[in-house]
């Protein structure tokens, strides 16, 4: 994950360490969990990251000592952060989508009936539509949307026919692009 003023990076894998980079690639801190690193996420306003493993997630800024440490219902698989970096959704195997504020503090938890291997926010407003919309893909394959408020954003869900792994928009966000298995 890339800080967004490309000045820092972080790794995390299964030694269940995550490193913080500088983009000259020396290495500057280290912490862990206390399981495999699931997913990382830098926060697109600050210089705040998410780690995330199968029993908590992990909030560090530059600025403090100590990395605030949350449990979590089940493993987190994916985490992406709202564009004005004040949430962050984190999906789990669960099947569950826990949003999160920048404290860790959860405001809307959302219940899918099969893990949530993919999530991503809705980058800009689309045609004055300034609704910050999350895009789910569950191994139930499906793709929904979901609102911050935690209700739908549209009617139902999508039908796939595969399995998502990974969500991009492109184009400002007039485009979705769905990587996936039907193995």
């Known amino acids: 994950a890339y800080s967004r003023d490309g000045q820092r990076f972080a790794s995390g894998g ?9 983009s000259k690639c020396d ?15 830098y926060n697109p306003i600050t210089t705040q ?14 600025e403090q000592k100590s990395v605030s440490k949350h449990k979590v219902t089940g493993k987190v698989l994916c985490c992406d952060w709202t564009n004005n970096g004040q949430y962050l959704a984190l ?27 993919t999530i991503k926010w ?22 929904s949307f979901w609102q911050l408020s935690g209700s739908r954003y549209g009617v139902k ?10 969500i991009s928009y492109f184009d400002g966000g007039e485009y979705l692009l769905i990587g996936g298995s039907n193995r």
Request: hydrophobic share 35%; with cysteine.
């Open 157 to 166: 869900d999508v039908v796939l026919g595969y399995d998502p792994c990974s």
């Open 14 to 22: 299964a030694d269940k360490t995550i490193i913080i980079w500088t």
């Open 27 to 41: 290495g500057i801190l280290k912490y862990s969990h206390n399981d495999t690193i699931q997913c990382l996420a």
């Open 122 to 143: 809705r980058p800009s407003s689309i045609n004055g539509d300034n609704a910050d919309v999350l895009a789910v893909g569950c191994w139930d394959q499906t793709l």
């Open 91 to 117: 999906g789990q195997y669960n099947g569950h989508v826990s949003i999160r504020d920048k404290h860790g503090a959860e405001k809307v938890r959302i219940e899918r009936s099969s893990p949530i291997w």
């Open 49 to 62: 990251l998410a780690s995330a493993t199968e029993s908590d997630f992990g909030l560090w800024l530059p």
